[in-house]
């Protein structure tokens, strides 16, 4: 009989750990969160983006990332804030209010003007690259690391445990910058424009092959994502139209009031096919180009493009840069 009350409590205990294991991670990730915006009121705001970022990591939440990229604004890492709102932008979607929208827009803006480009050049996959400490991601890179102008910044490249590079760089403001991994590079990093400049009729090599495969497929996801989102604005475009014309008898010279939640409704509908329409097209045209840039293997057709992405007040999408 005690062998099998032995037996009911292991079951029962065993049924409890994953419960037990989300509360704790839920009141760790609560913990970290508050005290990043202590810190945050006490103005230690590089500090309280760490705190931020880590109960991100524990319970990932696309609201959370609007914290983290107002702490490193306030800490001066603008690069760092530039990505992360723009993260929140893409994460919290139609979830986000107008207002916050239009506040995150507007700060993105600001902190274009505050940052150049840091872009790792002939990397091997899956190399962690780290700048002042931050975990930026693993190569090849989706694009150039935006990073504050004008300070110094210390890149470190890592395979595993390993770091096998580490450099100060400094860059100027709107400008690309190139850090080379070649054992024979030299110490300072070169300019992307410096690397334009070679006149050679060299080959492309197999890492820039690489780079155009990843940008057809790249090319591909977007313009199916454009072609999604293009459909969902037919869908809500046609929603609008219909309410609205059912409501048009009624509104003639204004709507009575118990009519007012359902005009409201029509505005949303039709700000939402706004919204898609203009993300829609400029992913799909985006897609459209990578997919074309992608397939050309002749240096002389390409020698270097450069994609960034764009969010603005009325636009969403993706700029291109290179020669042809």
């Not at 096998?164 to 992307?192: F, N, S, Y």
């Not at 977007?222 to 475009?237: D, M, Q």
């Not at 139209?241 to 505005?267: F, H, I, R, T, Y």
């Not at 007040?313 to 042809?324: I, K, S």
């Given at each position: 009989?005690k062998t099998k009350l032995l037996v009911v409590v292991l079951m029962l205990s065993v049924a409890a750990a994953p419960h037990t294991a989300r509360a704790d991670s839920a009141a760790e990730a609560k913990k970290a969160f508050r005290e990043g915006g202590r810190l945050f009121e006490a103005k230690k705001y590089a ?221 949303h509908l039709a700000l939402a096919t706004d919204v898609l329409l203009g993300v829609g097209a400029a992913m799909a045209v985006t897609g459209v180009v990578l997919v074309a840039v992608g397939v050309v293997k002749k240096k002389e057709s390409v020698k270097d493009v450069a994609l960034r992405p764009v969010v603005g ?12």
């Open positions: 009989m500090e309280a983006a760490e705190q931020f970022r880590r109960a991100f990591e524990i319970r990932p939440n696309w609201k959370i990332l609007y914290n983290i990229a107002q702490s490193e604004a306030a800490a001066k890492n603008y690069g760092v804030a530039l990505e992360v709102f723009e993260r929140y932008l893409a994460d919290g979607g139609d979830d986000i209010e107008v207002a916050r929208t239009n506040e995150v827009l507007g700060e993105i803006e600001r902190l274009k003007k505050m940052v150049g480009y840091l872009e790792i050049s002939r990397a091997e996959d899956s190399l962690s690259v780290f700048v002042d400490g931050i975990h930026r991601g693993d190569t090849p890179l989706a694009g150039p690391l935006a990073l504050t102008a004008g300070v110094e910044h210390i890149v470190a490249i890592r395979r595993r445990d390993e770091t096998i590079l580490e450099r100060t760089v400094r860059i100027p403001g709107g400008q690309t910058t190139t850090l080379p991994l070649e054992d024979d590079a030299p110490a300072a990093a070169e300019t992307a424009a410096s690397d334009a400049g070679d006149g050679g009729g060299n080959a492309p090599s197999a890492d820039a092959g690489k780079r155009y495969r990843a940008m057809t497929v790249a090319g591909w996801s977007l313009l199916g994502v454009g072609a999604g989102a293009l459909i969902g604005a037919a869908v809500t475009g046609a929603l609008a139209v219909s309410k609205d014309n059912e409501l048009a008898p009624q509104c003639e010279g204004g709507c009575p009031p118990e009519l007012e939640e359902d005009k409201l409704a029509v505005d007040q009325g636009t969403v999408g993706f700029t291109m840069t290179g020669e042809f």
